[in-house]
């Protein structure tokens, strides 16, 4: 069964929204900024990255803020920043939900 | 040199990989014409073929998302379909053009929804209307023997089930791919084989084909149909004047001599006609091209290829006419009919007989309007078929 749109946040969209969180960033730059802070574990692809962007901007999460030449910048909204909080919270909630059903597990 | 895409458009992944492999053998994509691929030859090489999917994407935002790929060293080739571009990446260390099997998927299942139910409007509904359109010249305008001694019904029937088959076939695939491909994991790349790619290309090729096969055999059957002449009214046999000696049609029009009849001979795929057809006016007013219709006498004599064909379809026009079964010498059946039919004006005065003899069915009709008729259309038929036993068949 597929996640509503924006209930929660996937992987790449939330990576997203973590880049721009302290400075707006064009496309490569976002997709260097994760590689970096990922160690190279989560490496988005243009055709993903410009899938994200737009679903994101029509969410009012992100906001185009220039396009010089060619190159667009996306900046992190309230409403964005909002989401990304709320995604960490329910990440934390499911490492802990892990965590104790690894302590009943030992239990066991 | 041009390739048949043995794939619809969004089975993705199975492109990619067929695209790939022509490069290895140094085929590169240059263009898309309809669904012939157009490649360049070269060295052969390793590259990456990649399609990206587009939803709601405007011109504008599609030129700065070519220029936006190209940094990440994608390169523009064609347009695949007006939801998808295809990119071309010759650098082995570039990022992959999509990464996240869900984004994709989001994308392309919205796409595929509308592949869906154009798949189920176009196996079920489209051949239901195709059916339904085709079932009043199946029947016939004067029952299903005349359409098909007469018209080009069954064989219009026919073809036009084999057309339906080759419109419904490849929807059908299409909406199982439909349903097959949002179910797959497109990032694998796993559903292309080359065996697969062939036999996909070998149905497509025989669709078209046949569908091509359809439309000549349909214009050549046509062109047939019309290729009946005009004969005179003494190698026709039977015209009114001939049956009823003094009977003159009229001038087609009131200045002139030009006799308003029409006689010919034509070839049908499953019999040979030769027919007359001659109408009576009263000029009323001749400078005001004021006429009126007196009588219509119609005569058809077909010689049907197939005998079982003929009897059913005299019995059809004896039946749909209304007429009765006479005795008339030498032929195996005849039927006759005189009536007045006053629930109208004019009133109409009608004879019609037709006559069966093995592959030979003759049919006549005679109107007048408003004054009983002078002359016995039965008798008049008798004394001719008497005088020119071997005038047909």
């Not at chain 2, 007359?276 to 007196?294: K, S, V, Y």
Request: hydrophobic share 40%; charged share 25%.
């Amino acid at each position: 069964m597929p996640r509503k749109a924006f209930d929660t946040l996937s992987e790449p969209m939330f990576y997203v929204l973590m880049a721009l969180r302290c400075r707006s960033l064009c496309g490569a730059e976002i997709v260097e900024w994760i590689q970096k802070k990922t160690d190279g574990h989560i490496v988005l692809g243009p055709g993903t990255l410009y899938t994200i962007l737009p679903k994101l901007a029509d969410e009012g999460a992100i906001r185009e803020i220039s396009a010089e030449g060619r190159r667009r910048s996306y900046q992190l909204t309230d409403k964005g920043q909002q989401m990304f909080a709320a995604e960490c919270d329910r990440l934390r909630r499911c490492i802990a939900d892990a965590e104790s059903a690894s302590e009943e597990e030992s239990l066991c | 040199m041009l390739k048949l895409n043995p794939y619809y458009t969004y089975q993705i992944d199975a492109i990619e990989s067929w695209l790939d492999e022509q490069a290895q053998k140094g085929l590169f994509l240059d263009d898309l014409v309809g669904n012939l691929f157009s490649f360049v030859k070269g060295e052969p090489k390793q590259v990456r073929y990649r399609i990206d999917l587009k939803d709601g994407v405007n011109y504008t935002e599609d030129q700065a998302r070519i220029a936006d790929y190209r940094e990440f060293g994608w390169e523009y080739v064609c347009e695949l379909s007006s939801h998808a571009d295809i990119y071309v990446s010759h650098d082995p260390t570039a990022v992959e053009l999509n990464t996240d099997e869900e984004t994709l998927h989001d994308v392309l299942d919205s796409l595929l929804k509308r592949e869906i139910a154009v798949g189920i409007v176009g196996t079920v509904l489209v051949p239901l209307l195709w059916l339904y359109n085709l079932w009043p010249d199946t029947k016939g305008y004067y029952g299903v023997y005349d359409s098909i001694v007469n018209g080009l019904s069954p064989f219009l029937t026919i073809f036009t089930v084999l057309l339906i088959l080759t419109w419904t076939i490849p929807m059908a695939l299409h909406l199982w791919d439909a349903v097959q491909t949002r179910r797959r994991m497109l990032l694998d790349r796993t559903y292309h084989t080359d065996s697969r790619a062939k036999k996909r290309q070998a149905l497509h090729r025989s669709v078209l084909a046949t569908a091509l096969l359809i439309l000549v055999s349909v214009g050549v059957l046509w062109g047939y149909t019309q290729s009946g002449t005009d004969i005179t009214a003494e190698e026709f046999g039977p015209s009114i004047t001939v049956l009823f000696p003094g009977h003159q049609p009229a001038s087609f029009r009131p200045h002139t001599n030009i006799p308003d009849e029409m006689f010919r001979k034509s070839s049908m795929p499953l019999n040979r006609t030769i027919y007359g057809r001659q109408w009576g006016r009263e000029i009323l007013n001749a400078d005001a091209f004021d006429l009126r219709q007196t009588w219509t006498y119609n005569a058809d004599m077909e010689h049907v290829y197939i005998q079982w064909l003929a009897e059913k379809y005299a019995a059809e026009q004896a039946e749909v006419k209304g007429l009765e079964p006479v005795a008339f010498p030498d032929w195996e059946n005849a039927w006759f009919a005189v009536r007045t039919d006053d629930s109208e004006s004019p009133t109409v005065f009608s004879q019609q007989l037709v006559l069966q003899n093995g592959k030979d069915v003759w049919s006549f009709s005679y109107w007048t309007y408003d004054e009983a008729p002078q002359y016995d259309l039965l008798s008049a038929v008798k004394a001719y078929w008497q005088a020119n036993p071997t005038h047909i068949g």
